[in-house]
C-alpha cells in the first residue's frame, strides 16, 4: 500500500468530528461503504441509544482462527486547546500528518483500511477481523460490545493487535483500572449542636484517609512489577467536595477515586475492600445519629489490565512482524485488556505515533510511523496467506 493512499484516508477520516460526546456513525458509514465491494463482511454493534455502533468486518475463511486488528473511531475533544489550523482538516507538511485523531488513533485505522484493499479473501488461509469501536476515550465502553460477543463465538482469534500509539513497540502490559464516585449522605444541623448531626464532609475526608492509608500500604509493601515506572497498584482520590458554610454541618460530599492496578492485584478487590471499611466502619457511626445516612458508591468506569506473557505466541509474532526483539508495558490503558481478559484472545498494543502526541493541541503523526506500521500489516496479511 503507498503512504499517499494511507494519508487520502487519513484525510477522510480526521474529517468527522467523532469527538466521544457525538454519534459515530457517519464515520462507520464510510469505513463500511469502505470495506464493501473488497470482500469484507461487517457486522455493526449498536449501543443502547443507536446512536454509536462497533463495526466488527472479517476477509477471508471465518471457521477458522485468525487475526484481529482493533482500534477506536472516537477522538478527545479539542475545546480549550489553541490548534494552528482545523483540527478536522488534515494538514501533511515536515513528514508529519496533523489532525484531531491522527496519532490516537486514526493514522492506525487508515493504515488498516489501505491494507484491506490489497487483502484477497481466495488467498487467506486465515481470516483479518477489524474491530473498530466507539467510546474508548471515555472507558473503553464501545469495545465490551464486540469483546462480549467475540467471547461467545466457537472460533476464537489467535491473537489481537490494538493500535493505541507505542510508536510501533511490542507492549504486553498496562494496568487495569476502576474509577468510583462516592456520594456521602449525612445530615445537617447548626454547627453550635455538631455531635446531633452527620458531618458528610468529615465521614467523606475519613473515607480518603483510608483509601491513603491503602496507597501508603501498596507502596510500601505491596505486589512489584518492575517493568512500570509506577512499579506496584495505586489507589487515588481526584475530587474531594462537601460543605457550604462554616455554621453548618454538612449533609453531603463527594469523593471521586480511582484505582490503578499491575497483574498481581485485583482493582475489584480493592474497591471492594474500601467500600466494606465505609459500610462495616465508618457507616455505623453515621446511621447511630441518623438512619438514612450512609455512602452510596458507583464505580462508572474502569478497564482490566494487560497482563500477557512474554513467551506468548501472539507476542513473538508482534516481534517478528515489527523486527524488533523487545517489549514493554506503559502508563495508559487501552481495549487490549477487555479482549483478553474477557475473550480470552490474547492480545499486545502495537501501533504508530508516540502517546505523547495524543490528546493535545497540533496532535500529529510522523508519517514514517505510518510507513513502518503499513509494514507490520503488510507482513501480518502475508503470515496469513500461508
Ligand atoms: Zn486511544
Known sequence: MSLDRIIEILSALVAFDTTSRNSNLAIIDWIER??????????????????????????????????????????????????????????????????????????FLAVCLAAAEKMRADELKRPIHLAFSYDEEVGCVGARGIVE????????????????PTQMGVVIGHKGKRSVHVKVRGFACHSSLAPQGVNAAEFAALLVAHIRGLADRLAAEGARDA?????????????LRGGTALNIVPDEAEIVFEVRTIGADDPDVLVEGIVRHARETLEPRMTAVEPAAGFDFHVFAGFPGLDTAPEAEVVTLAKSLAGSNRHSKVAFGTEAGLFEYIAGVPSVVIGPGSIDQAHKADEWIALSELERCARFVERLVERCRI
Open 34 to 107: 469502505h470495506l464493501d465491494g473488497l470482500g469484507f463482511e461487517s457486522e455493526r454493534i449498536y449501543d443502547a441509544t443507536g446512536q454509536k455502533a462497533n463495526l466488527h468486518a472479517t476477509i477471508g475463511p471465518a471457521e477458522v482462527p485468525g487475526y484481529i486488528l482493533s482500534g477506536h473511531t472516537d477522538v478527545v475533544p479539542v475545546d480549550g486547546q489553541v490548534w494552528s489550523g482545523d483540527p478536522f482538516s488534515l494538514r501533511v507538511a515536515d513528514g508529519r500528518a496533523y489532525g484531531r485523531g491522527v496519532c490516537d488513533m486514526k493514522g
Open 227 to 239: 517493568m512500570y515506572d509506577v512499579p506496584f497498584s495505586t489507589p487515588h482520590v481526584g475530587v
Open 149 to 164: 460477543r467475540l467471547a461467545k463465538r466457537p472460533v476464537k482469534p489467535l491473537g489481537c493487535f490494538v493500535g493505541e
